[in-house]
């Protein structure tokens, strides 16, 4: 299974300000996501996200709000912008994964708690 | 499109009883069924999965469930909780052309001693 960290792990940001999440995992990936986990919810994929494409973000999701990067297979960032209260979250990436050839299952960060004031 | 249901928000079980959570899923196509852990303030834990072959599948810490087409149901069972099962569990479902994940909306576990 991979590796995967992510900064910061939390962090308390006022309105109108935006922030930069990092996700480093250590190995090589194909794909990559990120998720949004707001409180006492379920998980919500917010976008996929391949190097050398650009992301795919879900209905309700938009780039402008939730721009991402992926310059290598190691590494991708997710900026919250323009931020409001409603984005306070948890935000994890995953990373696509498998043994044996088998590359079907996802491995998570341990997460970014954002609140927003 | 594919959709994950979770009956019941909250279960509460005595040590060593068994463990019983149930999950029902849409999908247009042949789904990846997969079940995940949340301790507190932790990330997600990947438990057991089902992507094909047989239907009945054992993960860690001594969870299976079992995938019936028939019912669209993946249910997650444990023979004895233990205290340390106290966290909430996701079922989720994935297509096997994009792997996108489909959450359900948690069970929160208790373990009463």
């Known amino acids: 299974s991979a590796v995967i960290s992510q900064k910061p792990s939390r962090d308390i940001c006022q309105r109108g300000t935006s922030l930069t999440i990092q996700c480093q995992v250590d190995s090589q990936v194909t794909m990559m996501f990120w998720y949004r986990q707001q409180p006492g919810q379920s998980l919500t994929l917010i976008a996929t996200a391949n190097q050398g494409s650009e992301a795919t973000y879900e209905s309700g999701f938009v780039i402008d709000k939730f721009p991402i990067s992926r310059p290598n297979l190691t590494f991708s960032t997710l900026t919250v912008s323009n931020m409001s209260p409603e984005d306070s979250s948890i935000y994890l990436c995953?990373?696509?994964?498998?043994?044996?050839?088998?590359?079907?299952?996802?491995?998570f960060g341990p997460g970014t708690r954002l609140t927003v004031l | 499109a594919q959709s994950v249901t979770q009956l019941g928000s909250h279960v509460s079980v005595s040590e060593g009883a068994l463990v019983l959570l149930r999950c029902n899923y849409s999908?247009?196509?042949?789904?990846?069924l997969f079940w995940y852990v949340q301790y507190p303030n932790q990330g997600l834990q990947l438990l057991l999965k089902?992507?094909?072959?047989?239907?009945l599948v054992k993960g860690i810490n001594g969870f299976e469930a079992e995938f019936k087409k028939s019912e669209t149901s993946f249910h997650l069972t444990k023979p004895s909780a233990h205290m340390s099962d106290a966290a909430e569990y996701f079922c989720a479902v994935s297509r096997s052309n994009d792997y996108k994940l489909s959450f359900g909306a948690g069970t929160t576990v208790t373990v009463r001693a």
């Open positions: 089902y992507t094909t072959g047989a239907t």
């Open positions: 995953s990373v696509l994964g498998g043994a044996g050839g088998h590359y079907n299952e996802q491995f």
């Open positions: 999908s247009s196509v042949p789904p990846y």
